[in-house]
């Protein structure tokens, strides 16, 4: 049974950092893509970055030079590293298979909340 533990949101000011985790268990983590997703509140669901198995990556525009994806095959893990944050990178963040794959069930999410 696939698993998916979000991990590192937060309170932050904009302007500033945080790093989200994604630990996955139940899959051959390194032959999948994954992604990050986030959803704000009245809002769906939307791609923020993805990577391959081979470690090509893409980025949803409003994050590009702001957000880098990355993974560990060893720790079955996928990060995601914010800069430069905005209030309208406030939402709870999500990982799961890239657009290529099936969705797993989906995990509790992170919060990351970008406020003054």
């Known amino acids: 049974q696939v698993q998916l533990v979000e991990s590192g949101g937060g309170l932050v000011q904009p302007g500033g950092s945080l790093r989200l985790s994604c630990a996955a268990s139940?899959?051959?983590?390194?032959?999948?893509?994954m992604a990050w997703y986030r959803q704000a509140p009245g809002k769906q669901r939307e791609l923020v970055a993805a990577i391959t198995s081979g470690r090509s990556t893409n980025y949803a525009d409003s994050v590009k030079g702001r957000f880098t994806i990355s993974r560990d095959n060893a720790k079955n893990t996928v990060y995601l590293q914010m800069s430069s944050l905005k209030p309208e990178d406030t939402a709870v963040y999500y990982c799961?298979?890239?657009?290529?794959?099936?969705?797993?069930?989906w995990g509790q999410g992170t919060q990351v909340t970008v406020s003054s």
């Open positions: 799961n298979a890239d657009s290529t794959w099936k969705p797993w069930p």
């Open positions: 139940g899959i051959i983590f390194r032959l999948y893509g």
